[in-house]
């Protein structure tokens, strides 16, 4: 008798689950991101698999058939979309490669020498911070780029929007420098030619969905309209799944999506609260243009007191 009364439970449990997965995937798939649930059901994609497969391996064990296809279904779905993230990477043949640092300070860290260890360790070419403030900006100064000992001899901060690059190459102003609300736009000048970079920090895609999605279209606008090789990092403050982020991926490709390994979570550390267990989400991200290729990305175990892990990215000219 008790059997049968747990055997009810979980089974009651199976339909409730696959009926909300079913519910929150449908509606993301046909009406998008603009409603909260299907917008955080994108975000959390991955994480459904902490429901879902109890689910299918009960139903399995248990005979419910149908439930148990059901089940698999949304199984099988999220392991072949995040299928390129645990499959080895094809890397062409490539000219010589330079590495990029994606980088949220977070605007309210402090910690001015566990930020700049944080640069310093990576020994990156370009490297491109978001939410930093004066006082750690300048720090980064000081230390990585007035140093004569430094490779990065190049600075370019934007104090009213909290956005900085510091580079090994010369970095030249553009044209659309000061044209998008929410990125710093620049030139630097590599021994392979002329990249343009844009640097973002994009509204929150949960809370502040319009600007979110008034931000990525104007970053690819902005890409758009620039002729030359191009790099779009930052913080998107949106995943892999989500309507914004597949708009930008129609005309770059991801860092991490070609040559990481893993989910990369990014997202939040123990700055946040909820970061002491441990990251779940990816919401920065570094893109490129078909210039380039991707030899290596990944994320960095170490935060320098900000509430993201930095990300990095070794990108290459095919031959």
């Known amino acids: 008798m008790l059997s049968k009364f747990y055997h009810l439970i979980f089974l009651s449990i199976a339909i409730v689950v696959l009926s909300v997965t079913f519910f929150l995937w449908g509606g993301h798939i046909f009406i998008g991101d603009s409603f909260l649930p299907f917008r955080l059901f994108a975000y959390f994609l991955p994480w459904a698999l902490l429901f879902i497969l109890p689910v299918c391996i009960y139903t399995f064990f248990s005979k419910q058939w149908i439930l148990f296809v059901l089940s ?12 390129p993230l645990f499959l080895p990477a094809f890397v062409p043949k490539t000219s010589a490669s330079f590495h990029v ?3 949220n300070v977070m605007t309210w860290n402090e910690d001015k020498v566990g930020v700049v260890d944080t640069i310093f360790q990576q020994n990156a070419d370009i490297v491109l911070l978001q939410e930093i403030n004066q006082t750690v900006a300048h720090y980064v100064r000081e230390q990585l780029v007035d140093k004569p000992d430094s490779s990065l001899r190049f600075f370019s901060y934007k104090a009213n929007k909290a956005l900085a690059i510091a580079s090994r190459y010369p970095l030249v102003p553009a044209k659309l420098e000061n044209a998008l609300l929410w990125a710093q736009i620049i030139k630097t000048v590599t021994p392979n030619g002329v990249v343009n970079l844009i640097n973002v920090n994009t509204p929150r895609g949960v809370s502040q969905y319009q600007d979110h999605w008034n931000a990525i279209v104007a970053y690819v606008e902005a890409a758009n309209s620039l002729e030359e090789p191009l790099i779009l990092s930052g913080d998107f403050n949106t995943t892999s799944q989500s309507r914004s982020y597949a708009f930008v991926e129609k005309r770059l490709k991801n860092a991490h999506w070609e040559a990481g390994w893993g989910f990369g979570l990014n997202f939040p550390s123990p700055a946040r ?5 441990m ?4 919401i920065d991200h570094i893109f490129y243009s078909k210039h380039f290729v991707a030899v290596e990305a990944g994320t960095l175990p170490f935060t320098g007191g900000s509430d993201h892990y930095p990300i990095f990215a070794v990108l290459a000219r095919p031959r």
């Open 72 to 83: 698999l279904f949304p199984v099988l779905y999220i392991f072949y979309v995040y299928r």
């Open 101 to 103: 640092l994606s980088y």
């Open 273 to 277: 609260k909820l970061g002491a267990i």
């Open 279 to 282: 990251p779940f989400v990816r």
